[in-house]
């Protein structure tokens, strides 16, 4: 029997079943194509003791996180964000900044800029070996009790530990919150950002629900799950990123400021802390898939071609929802040179560099990462030239 990963409660109800996928980075390569895919059930759950939306830890982050897919510099606006927030901080020349999951530099480089010191603590070797290649000092680990330990031993208390959409990708959430706080020096301050759940559930952002992310948080329940490790929520602010993302400002010691006492009476309003905010959801989460089928089928019925933009893990969730294969989606494409020559996981959709787009001139891009929406559209405005149009999935079918 399942049991809540933060409390330990037994009393878990079901949001929606998405079926059984593949994990969503495993992309493959060409010879991996008559070799079977291991697929795992996405069930997402929410925990009616403490309102920690979750699904069973059925991989490990060993086995998604070794060797990574996903650099974070190839998103022009997300390198920007990070860039804004390092403007916001007030790092002296002694400052010491530690990213967790720092990826392939795309924060910390702008504190190397700053001249202060900082260290990425980053599981991925590929993908930190691009960090390194930056000038941001990189070490490969995954973020434990031990681990923050031996870094604070070595390199002294962080005055910033930043963990920007990593709290929902590791299993031990009492664990890694611990680590975060040995990291932190006692006046320090850690900074965290995670999708909202009250925006996924408000705008139907279902394809963010996949095996990488094991819980999804309210403010509520991720100031338990910061208490559990050891910090004081004192302060959020709401992101656009991502669609809809948060950013927890914890402590060592502190009290909760107002905009965390008003976050939790919108999470409570929505019904997010009781069952009947989730009651629907199941529905409008078929509603998205039957709109999109509907749109693709009849596409090609008309002999119109569609392809993808971008292959990011949410997109994978999407494709293996719906059952969209190349007979509806050609191919889909990606900034990613690591990604081109692969195909999706399960959908086995083929992945080419972003040029084939303006070479085909396709009648439909369905854009999958519509996080970045308006980042796309600029990027895709030349589609326009030859009539072309853009399909956006989430949260209800649009074209534009």
């Not at 959908?347 to 070479?359: D, F, G, K």
């Amino acid at each position: 029997m399942m049991k809540c990963r933060l409390c330990g409660s037994a009393d878990l109800a079901g949001v929606v079943d998405l079926g059984a996928t593949p994990p969503c980075e495993l992309f493959l390569t060409a010879e991996q194509l008559d070799r079977p895919e291991t697929t795992y059930p996405l069930h997402l759950r929410v925990c009616t003791s403490c309102w920690l939306a979750q699904i069973p830890p059925l991989i490990t982050p060993e086995e998604t996180f070794t060797e990574y897919a996903y650099f974070s510099s190839y998103s022009s606006s997300w390198v920007e964000h990070a860039r804004r927030f390092v403007d916001g901080l007030e790092l002296r020349p002694d400052s010491f900044v530690v990213e967790v999951a720092s990826n392939d530099g795309y924060l910390l480089q702008h504190v190397v800029e700053r001249g202060a010191r900082c260290l990425g603590i980053e599981p991925s070797a590929n993908v930190g070996a691009a960090a390194v290649a930056k000038g941001v000092p990189t070490i490969t680990a995954f973020l434990s009790p031990e681990t923050g330990q031996r870094v604070r031993d070595e390199h002294g208390p962080a005055d910033v530990v930043v963990a920007n959409n990593v709290y929902a990708h590791i299993p031990d959430v009492v664990g890694f919150t611990r680590g975060l706080r040995n990291l932190v020096a006692d006046d320090g301050v850690v900074s965290i950002e995670v999708q909202h759940l009250l925006t996924l559930m408000e705008l139907n952002q279902y394809d963010t629900i996949y095996h990488e992310h094991f819980q999804y948080y309210t403010v509520a329940a991720a100031q338990r799950a910061l208490a559990g490790g050891g910090l004081v929520l004192v302060d959020v602010e709401t992101l656009p990123t991502h669609g809809g993302s948060i950013r927890l400002w914890a402590r060592p010691y502190g009290t909760p400021s107002e905009r965390v006492h008003d976050l939790i009476a919108r999470e409570k309003a929505a019904g997010l802390l009781e069952l009947s905010g989730y009651a629907d959801f199941a529905a409008r989460v078929a509603r998205v898939r039957r709109d999109l089928l509907r749109f693709l089928v009849d596409a090609a019925d008309e002999g119109k071609t569609v392809v993808g933009y971008g292959a990011p893990g949410k997109g994978n969730t999407l494709l293996n929802h719906c059952g969209i294969r190349p007979d509806l989606l050609a191919y889909t494409v990606d900034r990613n040179p690591y990604k081109h020559g692969r195909f999706t996981p399960g959908t086995r959709v083929p992945i080419l560099p972003p040029e084939r787009i303006a070479e085909d001139r396709p009648d439909y891009v369905l854009v999958l990462p519509w996080n970045l929406r308006d980042e796309l559209v600029e990027q895709l405005a030349y589609v326009n030239a030859w009539g072309g149009r853009l399909v956006f999935p989430i949260p209800r079918l649009e074209v534009v």
